[in-house]
């Protein structure tokens, strides 16, 4: 079946370090996104991919960084400079003009 | 950036009404879509209205666009306790080049 599969469902991060979220799809989808999400809140985009080695920052890009080497692969690195990476990472993927298909989310927690 | 923002932000209702929920937006739009999330799940699309149409419907859900106001609608007709979730609208700028900013949600909770 296609879909998107984001790895692993719970992290947690000790201060300093930096840990890296797997997001995969197999729907042939050109443009994938990041997107991070607090307790009761909406979505915040961090960074996106429209197409295979190039993405752009999103609205809060600051402390994270992103590759696109294959056009199944969006993984996210949440580096030590982010300081407050607490949060539920979603990762989603689309056609241009089209609805989002999302991952099942990994909750990164900070111990 | 928020662009969406949804009203009311929770929302009671019993099983068999109908629940509706608003999102008003700033800046023109390609497209505005509607999104359901179950706790602690990735969010699931439901409905895509592009900005030369008004009304779309899809099952139990019609969702509605006014440019002029900047606003939508989302109604749920006949609520069952599975429809127990988070609603976010998201809107498709026409200057962002596809990319979806999300609003804040609306709870909705569906009491059996």
């Known amino acids: 079946d296609g879909g998107i599969t984001q790895s692993p469902k719970y992290l947690f991060r000790k201060e300093g370090q930096n840990v890296t979220l797997s997001c995969e799809q197999n729907?042939?989808?050109?443009?994938m996104y990041w997107y991070r999400q607090d307790p009761g809140q909406g979505l915040r985009l961090i960074y996106y991919?429209?197409?295979?080695?190039?993405?752009q920052k999103g609205d809060i890009a600051e402390g994270y960084s992103v590759s696109r080497e294959k056009k199944e692969s969006f993984p996210l690195t949440v580096t030590s400079a982010q300081k407050n990476p607490t949060a539920f990472y979603l990762c989603?993927?689309?056609?241009?003009?089209?609805?989002?298909?999302f991952g099942s989310g990994t909750r990164l927690t900070v111990v | 950036s928020q662009q969406g923002e949804e009203d009311p932000q929770a929302l009671s209702i019993q099983e068999g009404e109908n629940a509706t929920m608003n999102c008003s937006y700033k800046t023109s739009i390609n497209n505005l879509q509607w999104y359901r999330q179950n706790s602690g799940r990735g969010l699931v699309h439901l409905i895509l209205?592009?900005?030369?149409?008004r009304e779309k419907h899809s099952g139990r859900l019609r969702v509605t666009l006014d440019t002029s106001k900047k606003s939508s609608s989302l109604l749920i007709t006949a609520s069952r306790a599975a429809d127990t979730a988070s609603y976010f609208c998201?809107?498709?700028?026409?200057?962002?080049?596809?990319?979806?900013?999300f609003g804040g949600g609306t709870r909705v909770l569906v009491k059996p």
């Open positions: 998201a809107t498709d700028e026409r200057a962002a080049g596809n990319k979806l900013t």
């Open positions: 729907l042939n989808h050109d443009a």
């Open positions: 209205i592009r900005s030369n149409e």
């Open positions: 991919s429209q197409i295979v080695n190039d993405f």
């Open positions: 989603a993927s689309t056609h241009k003009g089209a609805g989002y298909t």
